[in-house]
């Protein structure tokens, strides 16, 4: 009798289960491109995340899009890149983005985006520390944003499915393959699961560890990390040197080719990333080209808003901090999630963008080539998935009922009244990367195990619930980063 009950349980799952061709976890340009690609090969995707549409557009930009305009072809950037990653770099993967760069700038601008240009009316190209000519296009300090707003256009004339409610809690794997998610319903409270035939990783990185957990969770790392998946490039914590002091403020390094200067406080001009000690730097943006100024004023404003600095007669405190991340799951030119060096397949388990590691960036990171990467890996993993489907069945129905349990017995511990408080549990997380950063022994299995009680009993809309799952999904992500060394 328990048999067939069960039995037909997993009937009615089958039944009722949301079933969809390729779910992208992320919202911002990486999950973009990856939607637009997967769909015009002839699938429906969907794309889901728990911020906002749009939340990608308010990012602050570390840097334009690195593109080999003004060159007979990508050589010099490529081998730009590999000095900047080192011999950690693969060289294949660095070729492989750098060569698409002017492509992806080709669709930009088809789709509308408007560039910086310069006198005769060819893209300005910006010079960056790292790259041997000018190479940094984009919008000034609007790149990020007017990316991201031109990828949403062709998504919305797409039709393409984008829920901004969700919170995903885990993957479903069958024998190294994909059968799905879960999800909490941010509204109802509710988990259920998503039934997928490839699901792509296409999330923020996870940069709010040294920060404010809001400026990224990390949640296709972490997911990854969690269904047993090694994860490649951790140990590579590249920091932004413009970062505005006393706020999370990172400003776009593209604005020391228009006349702003890098400096010790003495007034001794500095190369990014030369400074011993960065306690004491400032840009100086008193000398910014009025033409600049225009491409600029997001900047200008912000940091008169946060500041008080007059750009004009004061100078602005900077320095180094963790603005983005390079780790992730280990893909193929196909954005295929893979182990044994490459030659096995999660099937049907792809990752894009900050959710990936191609190992274009070794051990270092080459201005530019995040949106590049982001943009290039984004349409690889849609355009695979988008036609990988097309003869896959959809399968493991059972699996994600199960899996289905057991978050849903997750979620409710967060309402028993035993365990830290979010402000207790956040300090914890603080400490672990203090550790790290000091090179001392950590305890993840502590954090793994630590017991988080809720305040708020609510299960509509409750945010501390959210905010109690983006703590405890950074786990994962700091165990990989101490086994990285």
Same mark, same amino acid.
């Given at each position: 009798?328990?048999?067939?009950?069960?039995?037909?349980?997993?009937?009615?799952?089958?039944?009722?289960?949301?079933?969809?061709? &390729?779910?992208? %976890?992320?919202?911002?340009?990486?999950?973009?491109?990856?939607?637009?690609?997967?769909?015009?090969?002839?699938?429906?995707?969907?794309?889901?995340?728990?911020?906002?549409?749009?939340?990608?557009?308010?990012?602050?930009?570390?840097?334009?899009?690195?593109?080999?305009?003004?060159?007979?072809?990508?050589?010099?950037?490529?081998?730009?890149?590999?000095?900047?990653?080192?011999?950690?770099?693969?060289?294949?993967?660095?070729?492989?983005?750098?060569?698409?760069?002017?492509?992806?700038?080709?669709?930009?601008?088809?789709?509308?985006?408007?560039?910086?240009?310069?006198?005769?009316?060819?893209?300005?190209?910006?010079?960056?520390?790292?790259?041997? !000519?000018?190479?940094?296009?984009?919008?000034?300090?609007?790149?990020?944003?007017?990316?991201?707003?031109?990828?949403?256009?062709? &998504?919305?004339?797409? /039709?393409? $499915?984008?829920?901004?409610?969700?919170? #995903?809690?885990?993957? $479903?794997?069958?024998?190294?393959?994909?059968?799905?998610?879960?999800?909490?319903?941010?509204?109802?409270?509710?988990?259920?699961?998503?039934?997928?035939?490839?699901?792509?990783?296409?999330?923020?990185?996870?940069?709010?560890?040294?920060?404010?957990?809001?400026?990224? =969770?990390?949640?296709? #790392?972490?997911?990854?990390?969690?269904?047993?998946?090694?994860?490649?490039?951790?140990?590579?914590?590249?920091?932004?040197?413009?970062?505005?002091?006393?706020?999370?403020?990172?400003?776009?390094?593209? %604005?020391?080719?228009?006349?702003? !200067?890098?400096?010790?406080?003495?007034?001794?001009?500095?190369?990014?990333?030369?400074?011993?000690?960065?306690?004491?730097?400032?840009?100086?943006?008193?000398?910014?080209?009025?033409?600049?100024?225009?491409?600029?004023?997001?900047?200008?404003?912000?940091?008169?808003?946060?500041? /008080?600095?007059?750009?004009?007669?004061? &100078?602005?405190? &900077?320095?180094?901090?963790?603005?983005? =991340?390079?780790?992730?799951?280990? $893909?193929?030119?196909?954005?295929? $999630?893979?182990?044994?060096?490459?030659?096995?397949?999660?099937?049907?388990?792809?990752?894009?963008?900050?959710?990936?590691?191609?190992?274009?960036?070794?051990?270092?990171?080459?201005?530019?080539?995040?949106?590049?990467?982001?943009?290039?890996?984004?349409?690889?993993?849609?355009?695979?998935?988008?036609?990988? #489907?097309?003869?896959?069945?959809?399968?493991?129905?059972?699996?994600?009922?199960?899996?289905?349990?057991?978050?849903?017995?997750?979620?409710?511990?967060?309402?028993?009244?035993?365990?830290?408080?979010?402000?207790?549990?956040?300090?914890?997380?603080?400490?672990?990367?203090?550790?790290?950063?000091?090179?001392?022994?950590?305890?993840?299995?502590?954090?793994?195990?630590?017991?988080?009680?809720?305040?708020?009993?609510?299960?509509?809309?409750?945010?501390?619930?959210?905010?109690?799952?983006?703590?405890?999904?950074?786990?994962?992500? %700091?165990?990989?980063?101490?086994?990285?060394?």
């Amino acid at each position: 009798m328990r048999h067939l009950l069960e039995k037909e349980s997993f009937r009615r799952v089958r039944e009722n289960m949301e079933s969809w061709d &390729v779910v992208i %976890i992320g919202s911002g340009p990486a999950a973009l491109r990856a939607a637009i690609a997967s769909s015009d090969a002839g699938t429906k995707p969907i794309v889901i995340d728990s911020k906002s549409i749009g939340s990608g557009s308010g990012l602050s930009p570390v840097s334009g899009l690195a593109a080999s305009f003004d060159e007979v072809d990508s050589t010099a950037h490529r081998e730009d890149t590999i000095f900047a990653g080192g011999e950690g770099t693969n060289k294949s993967a660095a070729a492989r983005v750098c060569g698409e760069a002017m492509n992806v700038l080709a669709n930009l601008e088809n789709w509308g985006l408007v560039l910086q240009r310069r006198d005769g009316g060819l893209p300005f190209a910006a010079s960056c520390q790292g790259h041997s !000519r000018p190479r940094l296009v984009g919008c000034g300090d609007s790149t990020s944003r007017e990316i991201t707003r031109i990828l949403e256009e062709q &998504v919305i004339k797409r /039709g393409i $499915v984008r829920r901004a409610d969700l919170q #995903v809690l885990s993957l $479903v794997m069958d024998s190294k393959q994909v059968r799905g998610i879960t999800v909490l319903d941010i509204q109802s409270g509710q988990t259920f699961g998503i039934q997928a035939k490839a699901v792509i990783l296409a999330t923020e990185g996870y940069q709010g560890l040294w920060s404010n957990i809001s400026e990224g =969770t990390g949640t296709g #790392v972490s997911l990854a990390a969690s269904a047993g998946i090694k994860l490649e490039g951790m140990s590579n914590i590249s920091k932004h040197h413009l970062t505005v002091k006393g706020t999370n403020l990172h400003l776009p390094v593209d %604005i020391l080719s228009a006349g702003g !200067r890098y400096r010790k406080d003495s007034g001794e001009d500095l190369e990014i990333g030369a400074e011993k000690d960065d306690g004491n730097c400032i840009l100086d943006l008193r000398a910014l080209e009025s033409d600049a100024k225009i491409w600029y004023a997001q900047t200008i404003r912000r940091i008169e808003e946060r500041t /008080g600095l007059n750009i004009n007669s004061e &100078v602005i405190p &900077v320095y180094s901090s963790v603005a983005f =991340t390079l780790g992730g799951a280990p $893909v193929d030119e196909n954005g295929r $999630v893979t182990f044994n060096s490459q030659k096995m397949w999660y099937t049907g388990l792809y990752a894009a963008g900050r959710s990936a590691n191609t190992g274009m960036h070794g051990d270092g990171y080459l201005p530019g080539n995040l949106q590049l990467e982001d943009l290039v890996t984004g349409e690889a993993a849609g355009n695979h998935a988008g036609e990988w #489907v097309k003869n896959t069945n959809f399968a493991g129905s059972q699996k994600i009922e199960k899996e289905i349990s057991k978050v849903s017995k997750n979620i409710e511990n967060y309402f028993l009244d035993e365990g830290q408080t979010i402000g207790e549990a956040s300090i914890h997380l603080s400490n672990l990367v203090t550790n790290i950063q000091n090179n001392s022994e950590i305890d993840v299995k502590t954090l793994k195990e630590t017991k988080i009680s809720l305040t708020d009993q609510s299960r509509v809309m409750n945010t501390e619930l959210l905010n109690a799952i983006q703590i405890k999904s950074m786990a994962p992500i %700091i165990e990989a980063i101490s086994k990285s060394g």
